[in-house]
């Protein structure tokens, strides 16, 4: 099917609590150079989609990585809306302090470390710092991510990667909907998008239902539906099963 907005977004928009995902790869799932280059590898239109989620959800995450590698503003420009509260999840503070999203007056930004870690210091007032205890390896659970978010009026999320935040997120099993756009793009190298743990047999693989987009310029939207997999993501193959969107 030709893309349409209205049906790709019309559960996040009609949802009362939902966490989205979202990543831009190559035919062969990769989201960036070795050199950390994204920008851009899908077209315009699928960026249009991206921003037209941003105005769609009332928070989105990303993860330290990407703000210190990109550097991005994480605002709607390309869409009619309002530019959702803007999170950055950096356990260890190790985010520039310069970084745009944090100066440019678009909107509140939330920080997030990990308990007993440095926070960041010298920040606008309009950036608000919450800390939450990590985890044994040192990552914060997605969950208590999503409820302090839920607690801050933001029931609607869009993880917008990168790829390690939002493959801990699906392998925490918090992610309802997964969008990727696939580009008409051989890497051969790079930064994958998904790294989730090893599974050995096929019938323990993610395999959603999904309904695919296409955009005019050639990328391809897969839309699919997370929720009836759960149960395969975090460990408990039997309880997996497939969903109708
Ligand atoms: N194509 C796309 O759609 C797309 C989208 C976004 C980014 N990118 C690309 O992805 C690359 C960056 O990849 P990345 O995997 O490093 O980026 P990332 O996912 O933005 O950042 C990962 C880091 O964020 C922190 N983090 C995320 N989730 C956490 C959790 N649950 N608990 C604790 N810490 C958490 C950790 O910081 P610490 O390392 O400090 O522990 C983690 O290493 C860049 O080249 C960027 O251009 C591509």
Same mark, same amino acid.
């Given at each position: 099917? =030709?893309?349409?907005?209205?049906?790709?977004?019309?559960?996040?928009?009609?949802?009362?609590?939902?966490? *989205?995902?979202? +990543?831009?790869?190559?035919?062969?799932?990769?989201?960036?150079?070795?050199?950390?280059?994204?920008?851009?590898?899908?077209?315009?239109?699928? +960026?249009?989609?991206?921003?037209?989620?941003?105005?769609?959800?009332?928070? +989105?995450?990303?993860?330290?990585?990407?703000?210190?590698?990109?550097?991005?503003?994480?605002?709607?420009?390309?869409?009619?809306?309002?530019?959702?509260?803007?999170?950055?999840?950096?356990?260890?503070?190790?985010?520039?302090? =310069?970084?745009?999203?944090?100066?440019?007056?678009?909107?509140? *930004? +939330?920080?997030?470390?990990?308990?007993?870690?440095?926070?960041?210091?010298?920040?606008?007032?309009?950036?608000?710092?919450?800390?939450?205890?990590?985890?044994?390896?040192?990552?914060?659970?997605?969950?208590?991510?999503?409820?302090?978010?839920?607690?801050?009026?933001?029931?609607?999320?869009?993880?917008?990667?990168?790829?390690?935040?939002?493959?801990?997120?699906?392998?925490?099993?918090?992610?309802?909907?997964?969008?990727?756009? *696939?580009?008409?793009?051989?890497?051969?190298?790079? =930064?994958?998008?998904?790294?989730?743990?090893?599974?050995? =047999?096929?019938?323990?693989?993610?395999?959603?239902?999904?309904?695919?987009?296409?955009?005019?310029?050639?990328? *391809?939207?897969?839309?699919?539906?997370?929720?009836?997999?759960?149960?395969?993501?975090?460990?408990?193959?039997?309880?997996?099963?497939?969903?109708?969107?």
């Amino acid at each position: 099917m =030709k893309y349409d907005p209205e049906t790709a977004l019309a559960r996040i928009r009609a949802a009362d609590r939902i966490v *989205v995902g979202q +990543l831009g790869q190559t035919l062969d799932g990769r989201v960036a150079t070795v050199t950390g280059e994204s920008l851009y590898i899908n077209g315009r239109e699928a +960026l249009a989609h991206l921003h037209h989620m941003r105005a769609s959800v009332d928070a +989105l995450i990303v993860g330290a990585g990407t703000v210190a590698l990109d550097n991005p503003r994480m605002t709607v420009r390309l869409a009619d809306g309002k530019t959702p509260l803007r999170v950055v999840l950096d356990p260890n503070g190790r985010v520039p302090v =310069k970084s745009q999203c944090f100066h440019d007056d678009a909107g509140p *930004v +939330l920080v997030i470390h990990a308990e007993g870690m440095t926070p960041l210091s010298d920040l606008p007032p309009s950036v608000e710092i919450l800390t939450l205890a990590p985890r044994e390896d040192g990552t914060i659970c997605p969950h208590h991510v999503i409820d302090a978010l839920v607690q801050r009026g933001c029931p609607r999320v869009l993880i917008e990667g990168g790829p390690r935040t939002l493959s801990l997120a699906v392998e925490g099993g918090i992610v309802d909907e997964l969008h990727i756009m *696939v580009a008409p793009m051989l890497m051969g190298s790079g =930064k994958r998008g998904f790294t989730l743990p090893p599974i050995e =047999k096929l019938s323990d693989a993610i395999s959603p239902a999904s309904k695919t987009q296409i955009f005019d310029d050639g990328d *391809v939207l897969f839309i699919c539906d997370l929720r009836g997999q759960r149960g395969a993501v975090i460990g408990f193959p039997d309880s997996a099963g497939r969903q109708a969107l």
